[in-house]
Nanobody
Framework: QVQLVESGGGLAQTGESLRLACAASGMTFSISAMGWYRQAPGKQRELVAT???????KYEESVKGRFIISRHNAKNTVDLLMNNLKPEDTAVYYC??????????????WGQGTPVTVSN
């Protein structure tokens, strides 16, 4: 399987920046897409940004122009640079990977989550 370990996050004030990092280990050859999701208190987990193994990115509408996702295939890492943070960005952020095994199917893998808190 694949293990995802997140780092970064923490506390920030409105307008500041934070960077999240995620490192994958294990059967990393099975990873096709990676990215970040978040879950705010009382809300469902939502997509923040994803990137495929050929570099195609997808962003949630509210973070477009503020967040930048980058993936380093050789290092099996994915980063999320969060600029111009807003209080509504407060959530637990989860690293995500989509694994595909030829002839065996596919599934999602998740990190343990890292909290981000943005104050006014």
């Amino acid at each position: 399987q694949v293990q995802l370990v997140e780092s970064g996050g923490g506390l920030a004030q409105t307008g500041e920046s934070l960077r999240l990092a995620c490192a994958a280990s294990g059967m990393t050859f099975s990873i096709s897409a990676m990215g970040w999701y978040r879950q705010a208190p009382g809300k469902q987990r939502e997509l923040v940004a994803t990137v495929t193994d050929d570099g195609v990115t997808k962003y949630e509408e509210s973070v477009k122009g503020r967040f930048i996702i980058s993936r380093h295939n050789a290092k099996n890492t994915v980063d999320l640079l969060m600029n111009n943070l807003k209080p509504e960005d407060t959530a637990v952020y989860y690293c995500w990977a989509y694994l595909e095994f030829v002839g065996l199917g596919s599934h999602d893998e998740w990190g343990q989550g890292t909290p981000v808190t943005v104050s006014n």
